[in-house]
């Protein structure tokens, strides 16, 4: 008992600093799981297994973590390695499209294709907003994106506003629906041993149910906004060629991101795990830009990769001491055996949770607890885990602290002299937050129940 206390209070604490921003997400993480094997598994438990289980350093020796011709339906307790090293080789693939220009080049020959006229331009990059989100970090897409929405924007005398709200919008929605898409995907689809392709299955179809819906909802906001506008494109914008840095590093960044693409859809039939491909995609890269490796591995969000350490750390140590299952058990409780309220408490209390915290630790957290769900109840997992995906995902799009793109859309807004506060984003967002969890919700109770 004294050890499913303390293991708690670590948690809350965690948690509430992380949100409070005083100090740096990646020490707190860091920090409590240190707490947590040392206080909770060392002292309370005495149990150095329960460490070396949630430490799960021989993972990296398992066959199975790079080859798997049928992946485990089940997590272990501890750090989730494979989402680790996948997130990293990711990262660097990124990192190597971004200085070869691919994402500039792409925003600039869109807006060229639509002659910059605004309707069709903010049309078009909702789309890519969504699109390039189901393979790459939202927070990339967004960051690149909406800086040169800001230069769109200027250039025809309109407000980026509309166009970034609906473009980090997007981002979330599009990251819903694959595994790599969004940081709680990528969670989910390695602890439960879930393909790209039953991703896109399941929460890719809902995703793009929805995105009908969205795309129809932000037209309608903001067709007052939106003008079409006439410029002089051979004068007053630069032409897409002018973004590629070199032809030759812009060709092979397209073809490594292609096989990423390849690989990724593929990997349930190859047997080739995310940790395999993650780390060929960034191995690749680095091969490809010898000059500028150490530039490369220089810019990779490290501070991202140790707050997921610390965060499995946490988690792992709340589902050696038991908690997890108490919450399980608690929820069943609630619901009982009404499948139809246990989908509907499971999304909505992911979706607000995620409108205010961090969703990568929700999201961590909520695994082990649907795992449990599963086994206690005789619900499918996988329809737990779809529901979970939605909530986390798109719930994070309600306020501007919801999710890492949408800090990033509203700082790049701010630093051009577009201010975006809590209330002009949560009367934008809000509603088709509402809206699509809402279709989300109908479409798992459709198809699953």
């Not at 589902?319 to 929820?331: H, K, N």
Request: glycine share 8%.
């Amino acid at each position: 008992m004294l050890q499913q206390v303390i293991s708690v209070a670590i948690f809350v604490i965690m948690f509430g600093v992380i949100i409070s921003e005083k100090f740096e997400r990646h020490l707190v993480s860091l920090a409590a799981g240190a707490l947590m094997l040392i206080v909770v598994l060392g002292i309370c438990m005495r149990s150095p297994s329960a460490i070396w289980d949630t430490l799960n350093l021989a993972e990296f020796v398992t066959p199975s973590f790079w080859y798997a011709k049928v992946e485990s339906a089940g997590g272990s307790a501890g750090i989730n390695w494979s989402t680790i090293v996948f997130i990293l080789g990711m990262m660097i693939m990124v990192e190597g499209m971004g200085k070869a220009g691919f994402f500039r080049w792409l925003c600039l020959t869109m807006a060229k294709a639509v002659r910059y006229k605004a309707m069709p331009l903010f049309l078009t990059f909702m789309v890519t907003s969504f699109v390039l989100s189901m393979f790459i970090d939202s927070i990339t897409v967004i960051l690149f994106l909406a800086a040169v929405t800001v230069e769109l924007a200027q250039l025809l005398g309109l407000s980026p506003v509309p166009m970034i709200l609906a473009e980090i919008f997007c981002a979330n929605l599009g990251g819903s629906a694959t595994m790599c898409g969004d940081p709680p995907n990528i969670i989910i689809g390695t602890a439960l041993g879930y393909s790209f392709a039953d991703f896109l299955k399941n929460t890719g179809l809902i995703a793009l149910l929805s995105l009908g819906f969205v795309i129809l909802y932000f037209c309608l906001r903001f067709r007052k906004n939106l003008k079409n506008g006439q410029v002089d494109v051979a004068i007053a914008y630069p032409k897409p060629a002018s973004a590629i840095q070199s032809k030759k590093a812009f060709g092979v960044s397209c073809v490594i991101f292609a096989c990423a693409v390849v690989l990724l859809v593929t990997h349930a039939m190859t047997g080739l795990t995310v940790a395999t491909i993650g780390t060929l995609v960034g191995a690749l890269t680095l091969l490809a830009s010898v000059r500028d490796a150490k530039t490369l591995l220089k810019k990779v969000d490290y501070k991202t990769l140790l707050f997921f350490v610390g965060l499995f750390v946490v988690v792992g140590g709340l589902e050696q001491t038991g908690v997890l299952s108490v919450i399980a058990d608690f929820i069943h409780g609630i619901c009982g055996s009404h499948s139809y309220v246990m989908i509907a408490v499971i999304l909505w209390v992911s979706a607000i949770a995620s409108a205010f915290v961090d969703n990568i630790p929700f999201a961590a957290t909520m695994i082990p607890v649907i795992e449990s769900l599963a086994a206690t109840t005789g619900m499918d997992l996988s329809v737990l885990s779809w529901t979970l995906a939605c909530g986390t995902d798109i719930g994070g799009s309600a306020t501007p602290i919801g999710a890492s793109a949408n800090v990033v859309g509203v700082s790049i807004a701010a630093q051009n002299g577009h201010m975006i506060g809590w209330g002009r984003y949560c009367k934008t967002m809000l509603p088709v937050t509402i809206i699509t969890m809402l279709i989300s919700m109908l479409c798992i109770f459709v198809r699953y129940l």
